[in-house]
Every structure is written in structure tokens, then in C-alpha cells.
Nanobody, 122 residues
């Protein structure tokens, strides 16, 4: 089983910064893509950013130029640096990872963290 644990959320004023971290643990062979998603009250969960093991990144248009995703493959961690935060960034942020669990199969499964609240006040 794989566990993802996020940290770093909190309350910040508009224009401020926060850094989210997510640690993957458990028994697995490898981690492929990792990413961050968010869900605001009354809205669907949406992509924020993803990153491959090689460091290729993808961002939602709404966060381009303000957020930066990174990962440390040796520590099985992914980070999200959030700058110039806006009230509309307020949401629960979830870490996601595609994980290969067994040597006998190349199949990957998607895992989610429990979420961390980010609140941006105006």
C-alpha cells in the first residue's frame, strides 16, 4: 500500500507565498508522474500541476508563472511553491502519484493524499 501525506497548507494574505510538500511512503517499485490538484467549495477537483520523474512539468493556465512544481526522486517527494497567491487559489490541495507497486507487472495505480487546506485572504 502507498501513502501520500501533504503538509504546508495554511492561511496567507493575497500576494503571499506558501510551499506545499507531499511525501510518498509504503511498498512500491517506482513512482511515475506526481502532481497537485485542488478543489474549492462547490467546484470539481482540478489539475494544478504535474511533473514526470525526468522533471517535465505541466501547469494549469491559472497558475502559470506563479506556481512551481518540483520533486526529489531520492526522497519520493513532490513540492508546490505557490507565489503571488490570490483569493481564488483558496482550496483543498491534493497530492497525486501514479505508482508501480509490483515488479511482476508494469501496471500503475493512482494514489491521493488526504488534502491540505490553503486559504488566501483578500
Amino acid at each position: 500500500q502507498v501513502q501520500l501525506v501533504e503538509s504546508g497548507g495554511g492561511l496567507v494574505q493575497a500576494g503571499g507565498s506558501l510551499r506545499l510538500s507531499c511525501a510518498a511512503s509504503g511498498k512500491f517499485v517506482s513512482i511515475n508522474a506526481m502532481g497537485w490538484y485542488r478543489q474549492a467549495p462547490g467546484k470539481q477537483r482540478e489539475l494544478v500541476a504535474t511533473i514526470t520523474p525526468g522533471g517535465s512539468t505541466n501547469y494549469a493556465d491559472s497558475v502559470k508563472g506563479r506556481f512551481a512544481i518540483s520533486r526529489d526522486n531520492s526522497k519520493n517527494m513532490v513540492y508546490l511553491q505557490m507565489n503571488s497567491l490570490k483569493p481564488e487559489d483558496t482550496a483543498v490541495y491534493y497530492c497525486n502519484a501514479w505508482v508501480r507497486s509490483r515488479w511482476s507487472s508494469a501496471a500503475e495505480s493512482s494514489y491521493w493524499g488526504q488534502g491540505t487546506q490553503v486559504t488566501v485572504s483578500s
